[in-house]
Structures are given as C-alpha cells and as structure tokens.
C-alpha cells in the first residue's frame, strides 16, 4: 500500500480512536502511578468523540481535513493540556498542506514534523522531560528517514522508535504535571503521554499492514 484513499484515511483514524479507547484502563494504570490518573479517561473520551464526528461525516475533500475533525473534536473535548496537544497532535500538522485526495509516507511524515513543531511550542517540552514529545520526535525522526520506503516500513520503524522513547522516559525525571513534584519518585514508570502516542502509532501501522481494513 503506497498511499491511502481520503476513506482509507478515514477508517484509519477510526481504527486508531477504537486502539486508544479499548486501551483506556492501561493509560489510566500508568498514568495513576505518577500522574492523576485521568489520561485513559481524557484520551478514550477525545476519541470518542473524534470517531462519531468522522462517523457522521459522509464526504471529505481532502485528507487533511479528516485529521483537522479529529484533531477539532479532541481539542472541544477533552479540555486541559492534554486537550490543546493531543488535539494538535492532527489539527497542527494539517494545517497548511496542501489539499490532496491521497496520503503518501512523505505527506504523512510531513504532517507529523508540523505537529511535533507545535505540540512543542505549545507544551515547551523537549526530549528527555518525560512527555509525549519522548515518543513523538523520534518517530518523527524515523519517519523522516524512511518515508521513502513506503507507508509501511515507515510506519514500522516509527512505532519502534516511539516505544523506545516510552522506554526512555522510565529513566527521566519528569518537567511538567502533577510527576514534576514526585522527584526520583517517577523514575522506573513510563509517561503516559508517551505510550499513547506510541499507541497511536502502533495503530496506524497495524491498519497499514492488514491494507487498510
């Protein structure tokens, strides 16, 4: 699969609103450990609400603005921090592309290097603070390097190096949020920020590698 179709684009946003959800208990499990607990329930419900707008909406003209619903409808409701990033997590990166009925490993990777620009002017995190951007930027990375694949092998050296980065933050010290007060206390637990853009990752290339179904 080369590139995906604005429906495939479509189911593939679904696909990954319906992995974050169903993986709401384990996001709150890591979260609970040095967060407040409430990131499965924020995510889950962001998604919730991103899949029933796509749901409801029968015609795209461009690929781009499947991403900017999604990103619309989390950043409405989920609220908080986490609203504002993981909202622009798609809403960011698909502003300014140009429009196109297809989504190719380059565009693709292009989207997510926007995103990652403002999911950090936005939150003020760099690698090693023990935040999503842990995750995000070496896929981003990865991404870049490797677009020229295909979608696939693109997709698969992301999601490795996201959880790599989920790994890392096991070791950090964390910046920002209620875990910035635990000290030493948060080393040894994952960010959960992390994980779920690690999850979402996953997502896509397992919606990739069944082709797109």
């Known amino acids: 699969m080369e590139k995906l179709s604005i429906e495939q684009v479509k189911e593939m946003l679904i696909y990954v609103a319906d992995r974050i959800i169903e993986n709401k208990p384990y996001l709150t499990e890591i979260d609970s450990a040095i967060g407040d607990g409430d990131h499965g329930i924020g995510m889950a419900g962001g998604m ?4 029933a707008k796509l749901e409801a909406q029968e015609s795209f003209d461009s690929v781009y603005d499947i991403f900017a619903m999604a990103g619309k409808a989390m950043l409405m409701s989920m609220g908080g921090a986490s609203g504002v990033i993981f909202g622009s997590l798609y809403l960011a990166g698909a502003k300014g592309m140009e429009p196109g009925t297809e989504l190719t490993a380059e565009d693709l990777a292009a989207m997510e290097r926007k995103s990652l620009e403002a999911v950090k002017e936005r939150g003020k995190a760099s690698v090693g603070d023990k935040t999503m951007v842990d995750a995000l930027e070496p896929a981003v990375e990865a991404m870049e390097a490797a677009c020229h ?10 999601e490795k190096a996201a959880y790599q980065g989920v790994e890392n933050t096991k070791g950090q010290l964390a910046k920002y949020g209620r875990a910035k007060s635990l000290l030493e206390r948060a080393i040894g637990h994952q960010d959960a920020g992390a994980t779920s853009v690690a999850i979402i990752f996953r997502s896509m290339r397992e919606f990739v590698e069944k082709g797109g179904k």
């Open 149 to 158: 694949k295909g979608l696939l092998e693109m997709l698969k050296e992301a």
């Open 48 to 51: 919730q609400k991103a899949k």
